[in-house]
């Protein structure tokens, strides 16, 4: 009764049906990356960072609301990244003489200028720039605004 091992095109190994026709056991053997596990929680860490630091000291602008730290939460948790962006860059990427005073306004521009699919929440910080959880990666490059 011999045994073939092969590997699977999603590089786990199984065991074929043996010489007498039973199947066999599977295995599966799945390894992470170490390196790619450290990125996404550093990715995940400075996201939190990102928004505890809007629950600290004054706001000058008006802080956001607690139910929305809680959602862009939720969207890290989901694998979305908070970058910031201050207002001076919305209002260059909007090409137009008016500026952007609300997040709606910037939220607009950002699906205007990158598209809806890496744009996940915008939101206003307490320093006056805008909070913003997007995908981490978008059509295969991480996804970074420019400056």
């Known amino acids: 009764m011999a045994t073939t091992h092969r590997r699977t095109r999603t590089n786990t190994w199984n065991k074929t049906k043996g010489s007498a026709g039973r199947s066999t056991t599977k295995s599966s053997s799945s390894r992470m990356n170490y390196t790619t596990l450290k990125n996404n929680w550093q990715q995940k860490i400075n996201s939190y960072r990102t928004l505890y630091s809007q629950t600290q000291g004054t706001a000058n602008y008006g802080r956001p609301s607690a139910s929305t730290l809680n959602s862009f939460g939720n969207w890290i948790n989901k694998g979305a990244v908070v970058q910031t962006v201050s207002a001076a860059q919305i209002n260059r990427w909007s090409k137009t003489d008016k500026k ?29 720039s805008y909070i913003v959880a997007t995908t981490p990666v978008f059509k295969g490059k991480t996804f970074k605004f420019p400056r």
């Open 100 to 128: 952007c005073a609300t997040a709606t306004a910037a939220k607009n521009v950002l699906w205007t200028k990158f598209g809806k699919s890496p744009i996940k929440a915008v939101c206003k910080s307490k320093t006056g």
